[in-house]
């Protein structure tokens, strides 16, 4: 496998010394609409406008097995958007910085830091990422760029049945994320507490759907700059699809 990711080398802070909040639980991940591989930002069946939120995407790309870039690029399509497979990437993957986020006492969400919201309870700056996994693998699965958070299945291929175990580590910043919160079923059952990563990052879940998996990640770390938030909301899907029997 090429080497070409770089990994961070800031340490990742134990989750016990942050604030625990559990808002701004909102993902993208990607699925088909309408014939298209389309991005989908949401929770659970809540399918949001995507379009106003492209703005806030800081990457995107498609790779082959190897992580190494394919051509392919974001098409807006009506109310959709939609990417590019020309190239046929093995893998789609995107990362979003939605800001930072203070929540006030009456349960509402402000867009801003607490230093804006002087009666904030809890303050924090979301990322969301996004790996989807458009065929088979016969080798392991590469980090991708600028996916801080990610999920990374531990063996390839993936299995073909739900139900079946499939084992997974969690990534922050190329380390282990202990502690992440891993959901096996972002899609149809968002308020499932989860699983919980060992100190390798490390969590055993079975597959839900045969058809579209959305698997999500939640990783708390803390911020650059405590006098705007409390913590950073790390939130990464990796979305794949099992095939059904022949018609």
Request: aromatic content about 6%.
């Given at each position: 496998?090429?080497?070409?990711?770089?990994?961070?080398?800031?340490?990742?802070?134990?989750?016990?010394?942050?604030?625990?909040?559990?808002?701004?639980?909102?993902?993208?991940?990607?699925?088909?609409?309408?014939?298209?591989?389309?991005?989908?930002?949401?929770?659970?069946?809540?399918?949001?406008?995507?379009?106003?939120?492209?703005?806030?995407?800081?990457?995107?790309?498609?790779?082959?097995?190897?992580?190494?870039?394919?051509?392919?690029?974001?098409?807006?399509?009506?109310?959709?958007?939609?990417?590019?497979?020309?190239?046929?990437?093995?893998?789609?993957?995107?990362?979003?910085?939605?800001?930072?986020?203070?929540?006030?006492?009456?349960?509402?969400?402000?867009?801003?830091?607490?230093?804006?919201?002087?009666?904030?309870?809890?303050?924090?700056?979301?990322?969301?990422?996004?790996?989807?996994?458009?065929?088979?693998?016969?080798?392991?699965?590469?980090?991708?760029?600028?996916?801080?958070?990610?999920?990374?299945p531990?063996?390839?291929?993936?299995?073909?049945?739900?139900?079946?175990?499939?084992?997974?580590?969690?990534?922050?910043?190329?380390?282990?994320?202990?502690?992440?919160?891993?959901?096996?079923?972002?899609?149809n059952?968002?308020?499932?507490?989860?699983?919980?990563?060992?100190?390798?990052?490390?969590?055993?879940?079975?597959?839900?759907?045969?058809?579209?998996?959305?698997?999500?990640?939640?990783?708390?770390?803390a911020?650059?700059?405590?006098?705007?938030?409390?913590?950073?909301?790390?939130?990464?899907?990796?979305?794949?699809?099992?095939?059904?029997?022949?018609?």
């Amino acid at each position: 496998m090429k080497k070409f990711f770089k990994v961070l080398t800031s340490a990742t802070l134990a989750a016990s010394v942050l604030v625990a909040s559990g808002a701004q639980a909102h993902g993208f991940w990607f699925a088909q609409r309408a014939n298209h591989l389309a991005m989908v930002f949401g929770v659970g069946a809540d399918d949001l406008d995507v379009i106003k939120r492209l703005p806030k995407i800081t990457s995107f790309g498609g790779y082959d097995e190897d992580g190494s870039a394919v051509p392919s690029q974001l098409v807006t399509n009506g109310a959709l958007v939609s990417v590019n497979i020309d190239n046929q990437p093995a893998f789609i993957a995107a990362a979003m910085d939605y800001g930072m986020w203070s929540k006030t006492p009456d349960g509402k969400w402000h867009n801003k830091g607490k230093d804006e919201v002087p009666t904030a309870v809890i303050s924090e700056h979301n990322f969301k990422y996004g790996v989807h996994l458009r065929r088979v693998l016969s080798g392991p699965m590469p980090l991708l760029p600028d996916q801080l958070l990610q999920i990374v299945p531990v063996a390839t291929p993936l299995p073909v049945k739900h139900g079946e175990p499939l084992q997974l580590r969690v990534l922050h910043k190329g380390k282990p994320a202990a502690g992440a919160r891993v959901l096996a079923d972002y899609v149809n059952d968002p308020d499932d507490k989860g699983a919980v990563a060992d100190k390798d990052g490390m969590v055993t879940i079975k597959v839900r759907n045969q058809g579209l998996n959305v698997i999500v990640a939640i990783f708390k770390s803390a911020p650059a700059n405590p006098a705007k938030v409390n913590q950073i909301e790390n939130l990464a899907s990796l979305s794949f699809v099992l095939p059904h029997e022949p018609e």
